[in-house]
Antibody, heavy 121, light 110 residues
Framework: EVQLVESGGGLIRPGGSLGLSCAAS????????MTWVRQSPGKGLEWVSS???????FYADSVKGRFTLSRDNSKNTVYLQMNSLRVEDTAVYYC???????????????WGQGTLVTVSS | QSVLIQTPSESGTPGQTVNISCSGS????????VSWYQQLPGTAPKVLMQ???QRPSGVPDRFSGSQSGTSASLAIGGLQSEDEAVYYC???????????FGGGTKLTVL
Protein backbone atom coordinates (compact mmCIF):
# COMPACT_ATOMS: atom_id res chain seq x y z
CA GLU A 1 0.00 0.00 0.00
CA VAL A 2 1.32 3.41 -0.95
CA GLN A 3 1.63 5.86 1.92
CA LEU A 4 3.04 9.36 2.18
CA VAL A 5 3.53 10.86 5.62
CA GLU A 6 4.58 14.48 5.93
CA SER A 7 6.15 15.94 9.05
CA GLY A 8 8.08 18.97 10.22
CA GLY A 9 5.44 21.67 10.05
CA GLY A 10 5.00 24.24 12.79
CA LEU A 11 5.14 27.88 13.75
CA ILE A 12 8.18 29.83 12.60
CA ARG A 13 9.06 33.52 12.57
CA PRO A 14 9.58 35.40 9.30
CA GLY A 15 13.13 34.95 8.05
CA GLY A 16 13.48 31.59 9.76
CA SER A 17 14.11 28.12 8.38
CA LEU A 18 12.14 24.91 8.53
CA GLY A 19 12.60 21.45 7.07
CA LEU A 20 9.73 19.24 5.95
CA SER A 21 9.95 15.49 5.45
CA CYS A 22 7.83 13.15 3.40
CA ALA A 23 8.33 9.50 4.32
CA ALA A 24 7.18 7.15 1.59
CA SER A 25 6.22 3.49 1.76
CA UNK A 26 4.98 1.02 -0.84
CA UNK A 27 7.20 2.38 -3.60
CA UNK A 28 10.65 3.85 -4.16
CA UNK A 29 11.06 7.64 -4.21
CA UNK A 30 14.17 7.26 -6.34
CA UNK A 31 12.28 5.87 -9.31
CA UNK A 32 9.33 8.26 -9.23
CA UNK A 33 8.92 11.99 -9.40
CA MET A 34 7.99 13.54 -6.08
CA THR A 35 6.29 16.88 -5.61
CA TRP A 36 5.33 19.38 -2.94
CA VAL A 37 2.10 21.33 -3.38
CA ARG A 38 0.91 23.92 -0.88
CA GLN A 39 -2.41 25.46 0.00
CA SER A 40 -2.68 28.74 1.87
CA PRO A 41 -5.65 29.05 4.23
CA GLY A 42 -8.85 29.32 2.21
CA LYS A 43 -6.95 29.38 -1.07
CA GLY A 44 -6.24 27.04 -3.97
CA LEU A 45 -3.45 24.60 -4.70
CA GLU A 46 -0.02 25.95 -5.62
CA TRP A 47 2.82 23.83 -6.99
CA VAL A 48 6.05 24.34 -5.03
CA SER A 49 8.69 21.93 -6.29
CA SER A 50 9.27 18.57 -7.97
CA UNK A 51 12.24 16.20 -8.08
CA UNK A 52 12.52 13.64 -10.85
CA UNK A 53 14.11 10.21 -10.88
CA UNK A 54 17.34 11.53 -12.44
CA UNK A 55 17.65 13.88 -9.50
CA UNK A 56 16.83 17.18 -11.17
CA UNK A 57 14.58 19.49 -9.17
CA PHE A 58 12.30 22.28 -10.37
CA TYR A 59 10.91 25.14 -8.31
CA ALA A 60 8.11 27.67 -8.50
CA ASP A 61 9.39 31.21 -8.97
CA SER A 62 7.88 32.16 -5.59
CA VAL A 63 10.28 29.81 -3.74
CA LYS A 64 13.27 29.65 -6.07
CA GLY A 65 16.50 30.38 -4.22
CA ARG A 66 14.87 29.89 -0.82
CA PHE A 67 13.59 26.28 -0.90
CA THR A 68 15.59 23.14 -1.67
CA LEU A 69 14.09 19.76 -2.50
CA SER A 70 16.17 16.66 -1.94
CA ARG A 71 15.73 12.96 -1.29
CA ASP A 72 17.40 10.22 0.71
CA ASN A 73 16.94 6.96 -1.16
CA SER A 74 18.12 4.88 1.79
CA LYS A 75 15.36 6.34 3.96
CA ASN A 76 12.87 6.50 1.08
CA THR A 77 12.15 10.08 2.11
CA VAL A 78 12.05 13.44 0.37
CA TYR A 79 12.87 16.69 2.13
CA LEU A 80 11.89 20.29 1.55
CA GLN A 81 14.31 22.72 3.20
CA MET A 82 12.67 26.11 3.49
CA ASN A 83 14.83 29.16 4.25
CA SER A 84 14.09 32.88 4.49
CA LEU A 85 10.46 32.10 5.21
CA ARG A 86 7.84 34.77 4.59
CA VAL A 87 4.34 35.28 5.95
CA GLU A 88 2.99 34.34 2.51
CA ASP A 89 4.60 30.88 2.81
CA THR A 90 1.98 30.02 5.42
CA ALA A 91 0.13 26.98 4.07
CA VAL A 92 -0.58 23.31 4.35
CA TYR A 93 2.20 21.55 2.47
CA TYR A 94 1.24 18.33 0.68
CA CYS A 95 3.67 15.72 -0.59
CA UNK A 96 2.54 13.92 -3.73
CA UNK A 97 3.86 11.01 -5.76
CA UNK A 98 3.93 11.63 -9.47
CA UNK A 99 3.01 8.90 -11.89
CA UNK A 100 3.18 8.40 -15.62
CA UNK A 101 0.15 6.76 -17.20
CA UNK A 102 0.20 4.42 -20.20
CA UNK A 103 0.37 7.41 -22.53
CA UNK A 104 3.41 8.75 -20.72
CA UNK A 105 1.50 11.69 -19.27
CA UNK A 106 2.33 12.69 -15.69
CA UNK A 107 -0.12 13.34 -12.89
CA UNK A 108 -0.20 13.25 -9.09
CA UNK A 109 -1.53 9.83 -8.16
CA UNK A 110 -1.00 9.75 -4.39
CA TRP A 111 -1.12 12.52 -1.82
CA GLY A 112 -0.16 12.75 1.81
CA GLN A 113 -2.40 14.37 4.41
CA GLY A 114 -0.32 17.52 4.59
CA THR A 115 1.59 19.42 7.26
CA LEU A 116 0.81 22.98 8.33
CA VAL A 117 3.50 25.65 8.21
CA THR A 118 2.66 28.96 9.87
CA VAL A 119 5.02 31.89 9.39
CA SER A 120 4.18 34.62 11.85
CA SER A 121 5.84 36.98 14.26
CA GLN B 1 -4.19 35.12 -10.58
CA SER B 2 -3.69 31.48 -11.55
CA VAL B 3 -2.13 30.55 -14.88
CA LEU B 4 -5.03 28.19 -15.54
CA ILE B 5 -8.39 29.95 -15.31
CA GLN B 6 -11.41 28.24 -13.73
CA THR B 7 -14.82 29.61 -12.90
CA PRO B 8 -14.81 30.08 -9.10
CA SER B 9 -18.13 28.36 -8.52
CA GLU B 10 -20.72 26.15 -10.16
CA SER B 11 -23.91 24.61 -8.86
CA GLY B 12 -26.44 22.01 -9.85
CA THR B 13 -29.27 19.90 -8.53
CA PRO B 14 -29.08 16.15 -7.94
CA GLY B 15 -29.14 14.22 -11.19
CA GLN B 16 -28.04 17.16 -13.32
CA THR B 17 -24.86 17.40 -15.37
CA VAL B 18 -22.35 20.10 -14.54
CA ASN B 19 -19.37 21.20 -16.63
CA ILE B 20 -16.25 22.72 -15.10
CA SER B 21 -13.92 24.52 -17.46
CA CYS B 22 -10.19 25.19 -17.37
CA SER B 23 -8.63 27.70 -19.73
CA GLY B 24 -4.92 27.94 -20.41
CA SER B 25 -2.48 28.66 -23.23
CA UNK B 26 -0.30 26.99 -25.82
CA UNK B 27 2.53 26.49 -23.33
CA UNK B 28 0.41 24.47 -20.91
CA UNK B 29 -2.93 22.91 -21.92
CA UNK B 30 -2.07 23.36 -25.59
CA UNK B 31 1.06 21.20 -25.18
CA UNK B 32 0.53 18.90 -22.21
CA UNK B 33 -2.09 16.60 -20.78
CA VAL B 34 -4.42 17.89 -18.09
CA SER B 35 -5.27 16.14 -14.85
CA TRP B 36 -8.14 16.97 -12.52
CA TYR B 37 -8.27 16.76 -8.73
CA GLN B 38 -11.16 16.70 -6.30
CA GLN B 39 -10.72 18.14 -2.83
CA LEU B 40 -13.43 17.39 -0.31
CA PRO B 41 -13.64 19.71 2.71
CA GLY B 42 -10.75 19.20 5.11
CA THR B 43 -9.05 16.50 3.05
CA ALA B 44 -6.12 16.14 0.69
CA PRO B 45 -6.74 16.35 -3.05
CA LYS B 46 -7.54 13.15 -4.93
CA VAL B 47 -6.93 12.52 -8.63
CA LEU B 48 -10.14 12.35 -10.63
CA MET B 49 -8.91 12.41 -14.20
CA GLN B 50 -5.54 11.81 -15.82
CA UNK B 51 -4.28 12.40 -19.34
CA UNK B 52 -7.22 14.71 -20.20
CA UNK B 53 -9.90 12.02 -20.24
CA GLN B 54 -8.70 8.88 -18.47
CA ARG B 55 -10.37 7.90 -15.22
CA PRO B 56 -8.18 6.24 -12.59
CA SER B 57 -9.58 3.00 -11.26
CA GLY B 58 -12.32 3.60 -8.73
CA VAL B 59 -13.55 6.87 -10.23
CA PRO B 60 -17.19 6.52 -11.35
CA ASP B 61 -17.96 6.86 -15.04
CA ARG B 62 -20.20 9.81 -14.15
CA PHE B 63 -16.98 11.80 -14.40
CA SER B 64 -15.57 12.53 -17.83
CA GLY B 65 -12.89 14.84 -19.17
CA SER B 66 -12.04 16.47 -22.45
CA GLN B 67 -9.46 18.80 -23.92
CA SER B 68 -9.53 20.98 -27.02
CA GLY B 69 -6.87 23.46 -27.99
CA THR B 70 -5.95 25.46 -24.91
CA SER B 71 -8.99 24.50 -22.84
CA ALA B 72 -10.07 21.47 -20.86
CA SER B 73 -13.26 20.55 -19.12
CA LEU B 74 -14.57 18.13 -16.55
CA ALA B 75 -18.16 16.94 -16.76
CA ILE B 76 -19.98 15.45 -13.80
CA GLY B 77 -23.18 13.65 -14.69
CA GLY B 78 -25.90 12.37 -12.36
CA LEU B 79 -24.84 14.91 -9.75
CA GLN B 80 -24.82 13.62 -6.17
CA SER B 81 -24.54 15.42 -2.85
CA GLU B 82 -21.15 13.80 -2.20
CA ASP B 83 -19.79 15.56 -5.30
CA GLU B 84 -19.74 18.83 -3.34
CA ALA B 85 -16.07 19.70 -3.39
CA VAL B 86 -13.50 21.97 -4.99
CA TYR B 87 -12.16 20.79 -8.35
CA TYR B 88 -8.75 21.75 -9.72
CA CYS B 89 -7.17 21.30 -13.13
CA UNK B 90 -3.39 20.98 -13.48
CA UNK B 91 -0.74 20.52 -16.13
CA UNK B 92 2.92 21.22 -16.89
CA UNK B 93 3.83 24.58 -18.36
CA UNK B 94 6.71 24.51 -20.86
CA UNK B 95 7.41 28.25 -20.54
CA UNK B 96 7.42 28.35 -16.74
CA UNK B 97 9.18 24.97 -16.46
CA UNK B 98 6.82 23.96 -13.72
CA UNK B 99 3.38 22.68 -12.86
CA UNK B 100 0.42 25.02 -12.89
CA PHE B 101 -2.95 24.63 -11.20
CA GLY B 102 -6.26 26.28 -11.86
CA GLY B 103 -7.70 28.46 -9.12
CA GLY B 104 -10.30 25.81 -8.33
CA THR B 105 -14.05 25.56 -8.87
CA LYS B 106 -16.28 25.09 -5.85
CA LEU B 107 -19.18 22.85 -6.77
CA THR B 108 -22.38 23.17 -4.77
CA VAL B 109 -25.14 20.58 -5.03
CA LEU B 110 -28.41 22.39 -4.32
Amino acid sequence: EVQLVESGGGLIRPGGSLGLSCAASGFSVSSNFMTWVRQSPGKGLEWVSSIYSAGRAFYADSVKGRFTLSRDNSKNTVYLQMNSLRVEDTAVYYCARGFYDSSGNPFFKYWGQGTLVTVSS
Amino acid sequence: QSVLIQTPSESGTPGQTVNISCSGSTSNIGSNAVSWYQQLPGTAPKVLMQSNNQRPSGVPDRFSGSQSGTSASLAIGGLQSEDEAVYYCATWDDSLNGWVFGGGTKLTVL
